[in-house]
């Protein structure tokens, strides 16, 4: 998963607030994205700590196989601008 693609992947929870925060951003833009429920799907959250190396949520991997862990919508919204996704 830290390889390039074209889409970018949040892995998060309904129960997160950080996360339902960065969901409804990204809805809000726009941005197409892949969402990754870590309650439906717990061993995603393997993949989400290789990742990041951390526990925290959400992770949001970009196209360009770099990623945020618990980003600000501030930081999201830079890293869109930087990817022209915005």
Known sequence: MTEKTDQITM???DWCRDCRRTKS???ELG???RYVDLEA???AADIAREISGRT????VVYPDAT???EPSNDDVATKLRELSLI
Do not use: R, T
């Open 11 to 13: 892995f998060g929870a």
């Open 25 to 27: 951003q990204l809805d």
């Open 56 to 59: 925290n949520i959400p992770v």
């Open 41 to 43: 799907e717990p061993d």
């Open 31 to 33: 941005v197409a994205y």
């Open 67 to 69: 990623h945020h862990v």
